[in-house]
């Protein structure tokens, strides 16, 4: 238990610094591509498609930086953390069994990181985030959400009485087929870059022994 406390402080320490230190770029890329293809072809002539105004690089925090500090964190989690820890419950030494356990548990946390990666994108594309209370952000967010992932299925309701007024109409959730992409394109990113990180790092260190 101890060193896994010891490696989630490590991990949130290291996803904090990598926070601050790409949250202006990152930030910037993703309002650059949503004033590039959302707003350049975008098919609505209402105008309410503009441009969202960029963020300076050298910004440390902002609009969409909670989420992007938590995606960083499991991310780095995945392997500093969870990986390990298969590693120790499966009986065996190889090279495979390692990325193997690197695989898997990449693709664990990306059910979590690919919904928060698309949030992040989402407020730092949302000029409106900037400018209202935490409060009210993390409302936005829930909205999202609910909306990005989960489509409304109406309830079949039967009516027995009709004398009185028709009940209110209830819905079922099922999950979108959007969660289904953006867990596949993350993926298959996050997948290869951390395995074959781990691994060029793993054989790094196995040399200077």
Known sequence: ASKLSCSAVASFGASLVETMLTFGSQS?????????SFVMFASVTDGSRKNVPLTRVQDVWGPGAEALLVRNFLSVMAVRSLSP????????????????CDVSSSL?????????HQLFNFLATTPEAKQVSLARRASMARKFLREQYFVPLPREVMITDFSRPPPQQEYSWRISPVA????????????????????FERTLCGSMR
């Open 28 to 36: 910037r890329n993703a309002q650059m591509a949503y004033n590039n």
């Open 85 to 100: 820890w298969l590693k120790e419950r499966i009986p065996g030494e190889s090279r495979a069994k390692a990325a193997l």
């Open 108 to 116: 664990v946390t990306c059910t979590v990181t690919a919904p928060v």
């Open 180 to 199: 289904l992409r953006d867990f596949g394109m993350r993926s298959v990113y996050i997948t290869t870059v951390f395995t074959l990180f781990v691994a």
